[in-house]
């Protein structure tokens, strides 16, 4: 029982993160994975294999802070994905490294890396994380009904907003204003009265009508 409240909040704590950046901003995805290696010890061989994984991301997170050659991190992603395919460290570097993909304009291998995530990441919060990048990704490429298809994936109540959003600027690309203003507006009614991403909402609504 006390393994799994530490795995909630570890989850709850991976929440949190995303919840404040919930773009593309590499740095802050770093500090994240700093923060998220706590090395909580637990007991068990799940444990173990946890605190394996997190040592590999920590790696990872030093090697993408000195700028090392791309081809050494994305092995130690591979191993990740190979020998740890259920952690949250994994899904932690496959999210990062697809963050980094999509600043280069390499939109195919970020792709790629979010649908492995989808494929092997059960957790919810995981999952919608990784839909939601999905969906920017895939409107970088123009495949737009992909993109609405990929956020119309089941996702917390918290991230509802954020894939509402996202929604509407595939719709707007597509000149479909209608489409866009009415998840702009299902976006805004979720969000609570404080949010800090209300005001831009009501701009991209406003810009339509």
């Given at each position: 029982m006390?393994?799994?409240?530490e795995?909630q909040?570890?989850l709850d704590?991976f929440?949190?993160?995303?919840?404040?950046?919930g773009r593309w901003?590499?740095?802050l995805?770093?500090?994240a994975?700093?923060?998220?290696l706590g090395?909580?010890?637990?007991?068990?061989q799940?444990?173990s294999k946890d605190q394996?994984?997190?040592?590999?991301?920590?790696?990872?997170?030093e090697k993408?802070?000195?700028?090392?050659?791309p081809?050494?991190?994305?092995?130690d992603?591979?191993?990740?994905?190979?020998?740890?395919p259920d952690s949250?460290?994994t899904?932690q570097?496959t999210l990062?490294?697809?963050?980094?993909e999509f600043d280069?304009g390499r939109?195919?291998?970020?792709?790629g890396?979010?649908n492995?995530?989808?494929?092997?990441?059960?957790?919810?919060?995981v999952?919608?994380?990784a839909?939601?990048?999905l969906g920017v990704?895939?409107?970088q490429?123009?495949?737009y009904d992909?993109?609405?298809n990929?956020?119309?994936?089941q996702?917390e109540?918290?991230?509802?907003?954020?894939?509402?959003?996202?929604?509407?600027d595939v719709?707007?690309?597509?000149?479909?204003t209608?489409e866009?203003?009415?998840?702009y507006?299902?976006?805004l009614?979720?969000?609570?009265?404080t949010a800090v991403?209300r005001?831009?909402l009501?701009m991209k609504?406003d810009?339509l009508?």
């Amino acid at each position: 029982m006390a393994a799994h409240l530490e795995e909630q909040q570890e989850l709850d704590n991976f929440k949190y993160f995303w919840k404040r950046t919930g773009r593309w901003i590499f740095a802050l995805l770093i500090v994240a994975a700093l923060g998220y290696l706590g090395y909580t010890i637990y007991q068990g061989q799940k444990a173990s294999k946890d605190q394996e994984a997190a040592a590999v991301l920590a790696q990872m997170v030093e090697k993408a802070q000195q700028k090392t050659d791309p081809k050494s991190i994305n092995a130690d992603l591979a191993e990740l994905q190979k020998n740890y395919p259920d952690s949250i460290s994994t899904a932690q570097a496959t999210l990062m490294v697809a963050a980094t993909e999509f600043d280069a304009g390499r939109y195919d291998v970020a792709e790629g890396h979010l649908n492995w995530v989808l494929k092997n990441q059960n957790a919810p919060l995981v999952q919608a994380l990784a839909a939601q990048r999905l969906g920017v990704v895939l409107l970088q490429q123009k495949k737009y009904d992909a993109a609405i298809n990929a956020l119309n994936t089941q996702v917390e109540a918290d991230f509802e907003p954020l894939m509402l959003e996202t929604k509407g600027d595939v719709y707007v690309a597509q000149n479909k204003t209608k489409e866009a203003v009415q998840s702009y507006e299902a976006a805004l009614s979720k969000l609570p009265q404080t949010a800090v991403g209300r005001e831009l909402l009501q701009m991209k609504i406003d810009s339509l009508k």
